[in-house]
């Protein structure tokens, strides 16, 4: 089966990839595709989000296509920033604003008040089924100060569960041995692996 990753981020495919090694697919990427249109993601979920970028990717290739969205939930703040995490500080998308907000936000919480999960949600839509969903869950929490210098987004204020290092303090390879994102596109290949079976 020859699968499109809805992304142009060729970093990414490739990351989605080395998790998808072993499984029997051929993927290609939007950067692959030509003149596949850029999907505004006005969903209200990630299920929702990742759903309109992997069926656009179907439509627009006539392939199978797989998308994934992606949002911090923090529980001091009824989950927010949820679905609008790339957006908590401005249309503008910068990570460095959201993290000043989210730290704001949080100020003078103690560490017991300060949990969250990363979650990320796989839509995959093969023309002519119904689409199937695949969801990564990854536990933790908000720290005080920022810390690390890796990965991107709120990776250095977000802490996983039973660790002493944020999501930025470790190397890719051990960030993405754990992450949601892993998590979901595990789950994915399991699928795939079982449906070609």
């Given at each position: 089966m020859k699968v499109v990753l809805a992304t142009r981020n060729r970093h990414k495919a490739g990351e989605i990839a080395a998790i998808l090694t072993g499984v029997s697919v051929e993927l290609v990427s939007l950067a692959d595709v030509p003149g596949a249109p850029e999907v505004e993601e006005t969903g209200e979920?990630?299920?929702?989000?990742?759903?309109?970028?992997?069926?656009?990717?179907?439509?627009?290739?006539?392939?199978?296509?797989?998308?994934?969205?992606?949002?911090?939930?923090?529980?001091?703040?009824?989950?927010?920033?949820?679905?609008?995490?790339?957006?908590?500080?401005?249309?503008?998308?910068?990570?460095?604003?959201n993290n000043v907000r989210l730290l704001a936000e949080l100020e003078g919480l103690s560490p017991g008040k300060r949990t969250a999960r990363f979650e990320c949600v796989v839509a995959?839509?093969?023309?002519?089924?119904?689409?199937?969903?695949?969801?990564?869950?990854?536990?933790?929490?908000?720290?005080?100060?920022?810390?690390?210098?890796?990965?991107?987004?709120?990776?250095?204020?977000?802490?996983?569960?039973?660790?002493?290092?944020?999501l930025a303090e470790l190397s890719a390879e051990a960030k993405n041995a754990i992450s949601h994102r892993c998590i979901a596109f595990r789950r994915l290949g399991d699928f795939l692996k079982a449906s070609a079976g």
């Open positions: 979920t990630l299920e929702a989000n990742a759903l309109l970028k992997a069926e656009s990717a179907a439509k627009h290739s006539g392939l199978a296509a797989a998308a994934d969205d992606t949002g911090l939930f923090v529980d001091a703040l009824d989950g927010a920033p949820g679905v609008s995490s790339a957006r908590f500080a401005g249309p503008e998308r910068d990570f460095r604003k995959l839509v093969i023309p002519g089924r119904p689409p199937f969903f695949f969801k990564g869950v990854l536990p933790g929490r908000i720290v005080e100060v920022p810390r690390g210098a890796n990965g991107f987004g709120y990776d250095p204020v977000f802490q996983p569960e039973d660790m002493e290092t944020t």
